[in-house]
């Protein structure tokens, strides 16, 4: 008995170890949001979806791409879902590179509602060079590739089906956006540099991109807009706006697992009742046997 118990202790105590590194003192974690498309029946708010995308395009596209998304994805279902005549009014804006013509050359052309959005350097170097020194990473995959430890027992709970939390991503990019602050005493930034609580070593080259009333949102009948134009909600709708770029197929995905579940709880209910019949036919027939 003693020797289970020191066993358990000893498997608590790596757990905690491994969950917790050392300078978990320092970083400070996300605080856990509330999302419309998180749980196993969540889904995208449509609205949010297309404020996000207005917060993208005004904000953050002059630094950082879009690639992994076509123009079209916007009007498809499970998204921001803007109308075709909207998506190809989009396109058009931009000059996306085609070619060769017939004389070899590239060439430019208004976009169309196939074509992915066009990133806003040519190459790592010229983002480089215009972000002093800092590459903008592109914010397709964003919101599934950064992820933070929940510690333990939380990190056991993720592992569960249906009470897996999948949104550390968009978490952590909302917490980041909210989360400058002035340097604390005794700080030394390097010139470029901006303390920021919830990135890793605190330290970050790119400037606070958000403001109260930075980007003009939708308005009701009386003028006002139908949510704040804050640092917190564009942080909040720019965030689910990446999610969604990340995994555009969440509803079907979700739709699709709970239709697999209920086909399997019919399909083990049959089985079930017929291994029952054929072994009670089975143990009748030696009965009278």
Request: aromatic share 14%; proline share 9%.
């Amino acid at each position: 008995m003693k020797k289970t118990t020191l066993l358990i202790a000893g498997f608590l105590a790596a757990a905690v170890a491994t969950a917790v590194p050392a300078s978990a003192a320092e970083q400070a974690k996300p605080p856990r949001q509330s999302w419309s498309f998180a749980g196993p029946f969540g889904t995208y708010d449509r609205a949010q979806l297309q404020r996000g995308f207005k917060v993208y395009r005004e904000v953050c596209a002059s630094c950082h791409g879009l690639t992994r998304v076509a123009f079209r994805n916007l009007s498809q279902p499970g998204g921001p879902e803007f109308t075709e005549g909207q998506v190809k009014a989009l396109a058009a804006e931009y000059q996306i590179q085609d070619g060769p013509n017939e004389a070899g050359d590239m060439f430019e052309r208004p976009g169309r509602p196939a074509d992915h959005f066009p990133p806003p350097f040519p190459n790592e170097n010229a983002a480089r060079a215009a972000n002093g020194g800092a590459y903008p990473p592109d914010f397709s995959l964003l919101a599934k590739a950064r992820t933070y430890e929940r510690g333990f027992p939380l990190f056991l709970i993720d592992a569960i089906p249906f009470f897996e939390y999948a949104e550390h991503g968009v978490d952590y990019i909302y917490a980041l956006l909210t989360g400058y602050r002035e340097a604390p005493a005794g700080t030394t930034l390097q010139p470029g540099q901006y303390w920021n609580e919830y990135m890793p070593g605190h330290a970050i080259a790119m400037p606070p991109p958000l403001s109260d009333g930075q980007v003009e949102y939708p308005k009701d009948e009386a003028g006002n807009p139908v949510v704040p134009e804050t640092v917190d909600q564009y942080a909040r709708d720019v965030a689910a706006f990446m999610m969604w770029a990340a995994e555009p197929h969440l509803e079907a995905r979700k739709a699709m697992g709970f239709k697999v579940i209920i086909f399997l709880i019919v399909f083990a209910a049959l089985l079930y009742f017929t291994k029952k019949k054929i072994w009670a036919r089975a143990y009748a027939e030696e009965a009278h046997g």
